[in-house]
């Protein structure tokens, strides 16, 4: 087996998870405790034709994905036709749609309870652009430490399901292919290591 990022070697990553019982769950069905439990997780910091046959290659295999929208962008527009038939045909075949958030983007007020209460307003603006929110995740969280701020823990607003919460980043394995460099090695190798160990993919 061959790691790179094709969509046949997707396809093999994917096999591997189904034969080794894996599930997916979103970040609001997760049980923790519970094992086989896969979160996927894609983080669209660019948008390609390609993230719509991913998707096909989930559904294929009965996975469910959670897709992560900026909207503050300088890449993509999520008023765009194009990117709201991408995110209808998306939620077509089943998978879900977040906020990808990016502390960066918002203006710093007198305090921080004025300055978190935007990121209400924000998700506010995302669920009318791109609809129900299932979740949220950080844009480039290990360079913008501000983003502690914005866990549901430390608000004192009701939010959607954080990808960086305990649950799913630190009592479970989490594993990312950021820009296409994965941390540890490429997950194929350890998918059957895991013995049943629940995980959050970010790839």
């Known amino acids: 087996m061959k790691c790179n990022f094709t969509y046949s070697h997707y396809e093999e990553i994917l096999s591997l998870f189904s034969s080794e019982g894996y599930h997916t769950v979103s970040y609001n069905s997760f049980v923790?405790?519970?094992?086989?439990?896969?979160?996927?997780?894609?983080?669209?910091?660019?948008?390609?034709p390609s993230h719509l046959k991913m998707a096909a290659i989930e559904k294929r295999y009965g996975f469910q994905s959670v897709n992560h929208f900026l909207l503050t962008s300088e890449i993509y527009n999520v008023q765009s036709i194009a990117l709201q038939k991408i995110i209808s045909r998306l939620k077509e075949m089943g998978h879900l749609i977040g906020l990808h958030f990016d502390p960066v983007a918002i203006i710093p007020q007198k305090n921080l309870q004025e300055t978190q209460q935007q990121f209400s307003e924000l998700i506010k603006i995302a669920e009318q652009l791109i609809g129900k929110i299932d979740s949220y995740s950080f844009h480039r969280p290990a360079q913008n430490g501000s983003y502690l701020d914005y866990l549901p823990k430390n608000l004192s607003f009701i939010v959607p399901k954080c990808a960086y919460n305990d649950e799913f980043f630190k009592d479970i394995v989490y594993r990312s292919d950021s820009r296409r460099e994965w941390r540890n090695k490429c997950i194929c190798n350890e998918i059957q290591a895991l013995k049943g160990k629940s995980i959050q993919l970010l790839i």
């Open 32 to 48: 923790i405790g519970q094992s086989h439990q896969l979160i996927l997780r894609h983080d669209i910091d660019f948008l390609t």
